[in-house]
């Protein structure tokens, strides 16, 4: 009880917040940082509910008087700080999100704060780049596994694992010897079809060169 009233919001990533992310980067073209990747999420939730995202938070939940509610307490994704601590990093344990290391160009207004605030010795080469590093998150496809190729039994055609049990033993026995000396058969007849390849190759080389 005393729990509940210390945390009344989940700790954990739920299923629905999961999914809501995910669906929100799949749909980007590119890496999303982290403060657009909310905006995106609180938008589309005030679509969902025919809210305007800033008054989609109006309706609150109960809470405990001592604990402060978030900025959207009634949404998925509550805060940045539930997005930030919990959500993102359950989806990069599972290796369905990816955080990403991109170089940005600097728009006019940010460099013209560059100027105003990088001091010493490290100003020149600073002003000279118009990139700056920054973190991104983006959908992480995984890695569709091809199916396993079925083996091929050698002579299968022939009877090669059949059940024979049905049959007594003398007609078991003579099957088992047929099968043997069909599959010796085929044995031969695979190997004449691979010379008779490596002898087409062979020739068909010598004619093109």
């Known amino acids: 009880m005393v729990l509940a009233a210390l945390h009344p919001w989940s700790q954990n990533a739920t299923r629905e917040a999961r999914r809501l992310i995910l669906s929100v980067l ?3 073209k590119e890496p999303v940082g982290i ?4 905006k995106l999420v609180v938008e589309q939730e005030a679509q969902k509910s025919g809210a305007s995202p800033s008054n989609a938070d109006q309706q609150t939940l109960p809470t405990s008087s001592n604990t402060p509610e978030p900025p959207y307490p009634t949404h998925v994704i509550r805060s940045m700080k539930y997005l930030r601590s919990i959500v993102l990093p359950d989806l990069m ?3 369905d999100v ?3 290391y991109i170089q940005k160009e600097l728009t006019p207004e940010e460099i013209e704060q560059r100027k105003r605030t990088v001091k010493g010795h490290r100003k020149q080469d600073t002003l000279a780049s118009t990139t700056h590093g920054v ?3 983006e959908f992480r496809n995984r890695p569709v596994l091809p199916k396993p190729k079925e083996e091929v039994i050698l002579g299968e ?4 694992g059949a059940d024979w049990s049905h049959l007594n033993r003398r007609r078991g026995r003579s099957r088992v010897l047929s099968v043997v000396r069909d599959v010796r058969w085929l044995k031969k007849l695979e190997k004449a079809r691979e010379e008779a390849l490596g002898e087409s190759n ?3 080389t010598v004619a093109s060169s």
């Open 157 to 160: 055609e022939v009877g090669v």
């Open 98 to 100: 990816r955080r990403v």
């Open 135 to 137: 973190w991104r998150f």
């Open 35 to 38: 403060h657009d990747l909310l």
């Open 26 to 28: 799949q749909s980007q």
């Open 93 to 95: 344990r599972t290796k």
């Open 202 to 204: 062979e020739t068909a």
